[in-house]
Nanobody
Framework: QVQLVESGGGLVQAGGSLRLSCAASGRTFSSYAMAWFRQAPGKEREFLSAISQNGITYYADSVKGRFTISRDNAKNTVYLQMNSLKSEDTADYYC????????????????WGQGTQVTVSS
């Protein structure tokens, strides 16, 4: 089992940047595929990016070229670097972990953090 804690959210102006972090407990972090999702008020939780156990990355079209996912297995942490932020990026951001494959599908992830809020002002 793994516990996930997100941090790094906050208020930023449009065009700015933020880096989200997700710290995982346990000694088997490298065994997990990791992902970031977000959920805006009144909307479904949507896939943003995933990184496999061996570092292959995947992105939603809406964030490709602006967001970068990375992982540091020595620190049990996955990151989401967000650049060129837009007002429509305002949402709660969640990290997730899967012992299986890196997927775009929410149901494929067994473990979730509590989320961190990102607000982009225009």
């Amino acid at each position: 089992q793994v516990q996930l804690v997100e941090s790094g959210g906050g208020l930023v102006q449009a065009g700015g940047s933020l880096r989200l972090s997700c710290a995982a407990s346990g000694r088997t972090f490298s065994s997990y595929a990791m992902a970031w999702f977000r959920q805006a008020p009144g909307k479904e939780r949507e896939f943003l990016s995933a990184i496999s156990q061996n570092g292959i990355t995947y992105y939603a079209d809406s964030v490709k070229g602006r967001f970068t996912i990375s992982r540091d297995n020595a620190k049990n942490t996955v990151y989401l670097q967000m650049n060129s932020l837009k007002s429509e990026d305002t949402a709660d951001y969640y990290c997730a972990a899967s012992l299986w494959v890196a997927s775009r599908t929410r149901a494929e992830y067994e473990y979730w953090g509590q989320g961190t809020q990102v607000t982009v002002s225009s």
